[in-house]
């Protein structure tokens, strides 16, 4: 047996060897087997990705990632149309909870926002009490941050921001650890720019959720190939002890990706009835009866579970806040 772990898919075809050296990316351990293996649903892309999970810290990873220059055409304009379409609406509203959540650790300081979009969460932090920050990847989408929250905002890659050592009292990440390559090597320079006592703020899908349990290769957290990494609790917990963190909250919100979910289902039953299908992607508009449909469902049956699930830490979201010491 060599170092590297060969884990075969159900047409048994080897795959590619997992990470450099077979070992989980999180935690090292050799204790790798085969979650799932599903298509980019999205777009409705034929192509099929697996996804490794590590037995010893529950951490579940994409095997044999498109490398960085590869992933282009999955960041594609509708990709971003459909971000931008999520987050349309109040921002106050939608950013209540996180707001909330950061008052009861921090009032006030150099808060950075990790993937900061085009400033929605920011423009709803812009007081006196804070100095903002942000870093996102696309040079227009920075710019509007910019403008509409007062941020400096640097332009590029995690990694390649210049900020010093310990200097913000707050750091958030919505919905972005799941998309970096190398998670520890993230969060140790989310680490390095913490001041001591300092929050890191993350919200993320959770893959141990019953949600994700039920919907399996539909459940549309999997975002394949976009998300590189997704986290339990266990895991997140595990990755971050390991850097040294103090976890001071960590709860499953009922934040939820089950209509689309739903959908992936929906359209996938259509499309062995020869029917044709319509990617998310490139969204129709819904009729009244199907929207009824889906209410009866969501009211019914769904709205109860997830309640229930939430409480039991196995929700669809993550968010938790760790401390640096
Ligand atoms: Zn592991």
Known sequence: MTDAVVVESENKTAWKVVGDTGACPLCGSHQVKKLLEAPDRFHLRKETYRLARCASCSGVWLVDPPKPEEMGPHYDEEYHNAIVAAGEGSAELRWRD????????????????????????????????????????????????????????????????????????????????????????????????????????????????????????YWFGLELPRHLFHFSPQSLRRVM?????????????RVSYLERSLDYVAGSAAGKLG?????????????????????????????????????????PSIEAVFRKR
């Open 241 to 253: 002890s390991d850097l040294g963190f103090e976890e001071v909250h960590l709860s499953t919100p």
């Open 98 to 217: 996180q707001r909330n959540l950061i008052a009861r650790y921090k009032q006030g300081g150099q808060l950075l926002d990790l993937g900061c979009s085009s400033g929605g969460f920011l423009s709803t932090m812009r007081r006196p009490a804070w100095k903002l920050y942000g870093i996102e990847m696309e040079a227009g989408t920075a710019e509007k941050a910019q403008a509409a929250t007062g941020a400096e905002v640097f332009v590029g890659d995690v990694l390649q921001a210049p900020f010093a050592p310990a200097s913000f009292d707050v750091i958030t990440c919505f919905d972005v650890l799941e998309h970096v390559y190398n998670p520890p090597q993230f969060l140790a320079k989310v680490k390095e720019w913490l001041k001591p006592g300092g929050i890191y703020h993350v919200m993320l899908p959770n893959i141990a959720s019953w949600e994700a349990k039920l919907f399996g290769t």
């Open 275 to 315: 029917m044709e299908q319509t990617p998310q992607s490139r969204p129709k508009p819904r009729g009244f009866a199907w929207k009824a449909a889906r209410k009866c469902v969501r009211m019914g049956v769904f709205t109860p579970i997830a309640q229930i699930a939430s409480w039991a830490g196995a929700g």
